[in-house]
């Protein structure tokens, strides 16, 4: 069973949600991001790096910035994968997600960037400008390899395509909670969001299905009816506020992400 599944069956078992923290990877530094990453993994239930890009269509101003300041200092995909592997030394039992952009992986090819992805202890893989069906073949080569391949599914999915896509997906589906970039305020009410979750849910209640975008203190706890809840653009928001006011990023970010697994249990 993978890292993921073995997760997702913990907090099952404790009758709550997962808990997916997200920061971009080498934000401010490389060995700054490590920290924080280690630190948040001991409330966080699976770890998602992203890989700094210049033009990342899916996010918003929060996440920009802090691919802005990791571009800025030098922060390159190896850098990346380094992160990683440092990371799984100490946290070998935490399920990391690598996400980011295609154009990446197709600058290493995409057997040696699945293959190194592997070798560091990446546990899965979203590629936000891969959709379906295009993904297929990319999808199964992680699937060779012991790596998830997770697919989005969004507000405007149709019907037919979601159930193509929950067939072929492997131990989680990334729900994208409404048509925005990543960071924005919640445009739909969570009980609207749950709605169109348990639809999903419906298709294939076996499938972990987690909820992305918009997702804040301030909202988490009226959408725990879920399988997992992902938290990125406040964290990121935190890491920005931290430099500017020359505070302790590591701590303040932490402190965020527990109290974040409060409003969960």
Known sequence: MSLINLAFKKT????RPALLTYIVAGDNTKKESLEILKSIADYADI???????NTPIAD????QSSAY???KNGIKIKDVFSIVKDFKKSKQAKPVILMGYYNVVFQYGDDNFISICRKVGVDGLIVVDLPYPENKIFAQKCKKMNINFIQLVSPTTSQKRMKNIIKDSH????YISMLSTTGGKLKVSPKKILKRYNKIKNLNKNK???IGFGITEKTIASLKKSDGLVVGSALCKEISKSI???QNP???VTNIVKRLRKKII
Do not use: S, W
């Not at 131990?171 to 990334?174: E, P, R, S, V």
């Open 12 to 15: 099952k078992n404790e009758k």
């Open 171 to 174: 131990d989680m589906i990334y």
């Open 244 to 246: 500017q006011k020359r």
């Open 208 to 210: 972990n299905i987690v």
């Open 250 to 252: 590591v701590t303040n």
């Open 69 to 71: 300041r990791a571009l």
């Open 60 to 63: 918003g101003g929060q996440i």
């Open 47 to 53: 770890c998602e790096i992203g890989f700094p890009h």
